[in-house]
């Protein structure tokens, strides 16, 4: 089966670090685009950013740029979002998402999200 | 609040059609393709129209989109109480190098 499977919820504080998974599955891993997108509560959707994991291309959208770091494992199919020090603003549910099928930010297959709660 | 706008809410009927707009600029909407999400409580979003009309296999064709100068729309025909959900507009912005959302529209089934 093609999927993406997140790392499970999180509880943190504020100043703590976090680095949450996406694992992919059935298909190759390597050459499609992982992204990462935010749903605050109550809000939209949020472009995060984008790795390619064949090369690890990483491009993240401005307002998001020095606030998370986005990398990749491709020995395991996994890439991750992390953080060095977490506000309370960061909580949020976090889903990561493959593009390049159609193009790549074109999301064709989502996690299942992780929720991410930042609270002292 | 986006760059792409969209109402916050619709609504109609079971059979009904609606239509969901998103609105842009030169940018984003106007100069880039349109890609609309389907956005379920409590699950992961769902694509539901690429390229600004074009449909993956396995979504129902009463999900038409369509893309006129800097405005999208998604149609929705035969409205079903399942289709009750958030739908997002996505397209590539200039500004940000990067592709955005719309602020989302929430559909209630009547």
């Known amino acids: 089966e093609v999927q993406l499977v997140q790392s499970g919820e999180e509880v943190k504080k504020p100043g703590e670090s976090l680095k949450i998974s996406c694992k992919g599955s059935g298909y190759s891993f390597t050459t499609y685009w992982i992204a990462w997108v935010r749903q605050m509560p109550g809000k939209g959707l949020e472009w995060m950013g984008i790795i390619y994991p064949a090369e690890s291309d990483t491009r993240y959208t401005p307002s998001f740029q020095g606030r998370v770091t986005i990398s990749v494992d491709k020995s395991i199919a996994t890439a991750y979002l992390q953080w060095s020090s977490l506000k309370a603003s960061d909580t949020a549910m976090y889903y990561c998402?493959?593009?390049?099928?159609?193009?790549?930010?074109?999301?064709?297959?989502w996690g299942q999200g992780t929720r991410v709660t930042v609270s002292s | 609040q986006s760059v792409l706008t969209q109402p916050p809410s619709a609504s109609g009927t079971p059979g009904q059609r609606v239509t969901i707009s998103c609105s842009g600029s030169s940018s984003n909407v106007g100069g880039y393709t349109v890609d609309w999400y389907q956005h379920l409580p409590g699950t992961a979003p769902k694509l539901l129209i690429y390229?600004?009309?074009q449909r993956p296999s396995g979504v129902p064709d009463r999900f038409s989109g369509s893309k006129s100068g800097t405005s999208a729309s998604l149609a929705i025909s035969g409205l079903q109480s399942e289709d009750e959900a958030d739908y997002y507009c996505?397209?590539?912005?200039?500004?940000?190098?990067?592709?955005?959302f719309g602020g989302g529209t929430k559909l209630t089934v009547l």
């Open positions: 996505a397209a590539w912005d200039d500004r940000v190098n990067g592709p955005i």
């Open positions: 998402a493959r593009g390049g099928t159609y193009s790549y930010s074109v999301i064709d297959m």
């Open positions: 390229t600004n009309n």
